[in-house]
């Protein structure tokens, strides 16, 4: 099965900015839609950003629009999520999910869509 490792998760002051990593193995580098998911204690997954394959299009929930950036690295199966701005409202594990073959290429905000996940990473945004 595939494999899907996050990693960059810590704790920033409100204003700052991490750059979480989401590293892809066990697949050829092929044109699979990525995503991220986070959730917060007590709270329902909920979508965060999505980008297809060749990074030509992406998808922001509105909470992060403007403020997070995700991105494709060219060698590696690589997907990162730049976060800017973070606010205490951030504070969650993000989660990085990738499609399997039958729906390649959609960015879904579904989380039922994605069926490789990684196991999360925490971020911590403090006031």
């Known amino acids: 099965q595939v494999q899907v490792v996050e990693s960059g998760g810590g704790l920033v002051q409100a204003g700052g900015s991490l750059r979480l990593s989401c590293v892809i193995s066990?697949?050829?580098?092929?044109?699979?839609?990525t995503a991220w998911f986070r959730q917060g204690t007590g709270n329902e997954r909920e979508f965060v950003a999505a980008i297809k394959w060749n990074g030509a299009a992406t998808v922001y929930a509105d909470s992060v629009r403007g403020r997070f950036t995700t991105s494709r690295g060219d060698v590696k199966d690589t997907v990162y999520l730049q976060m800017n701005s973070l606010k205490p409202e951030d504070t969650a594990v993000y989660y990085c999910a990738t499609e399997s073959s039958l729906y390649r290429n959609n960015p879904s905000r579904d989380p039922d869509h994605y069926a490789y996940w990684g196991q999360g990473t925490q971020v911590t945004v403090s006031s």
């Open positions: 066990g697949r050829t580098f092929s044109s699979y839609a």
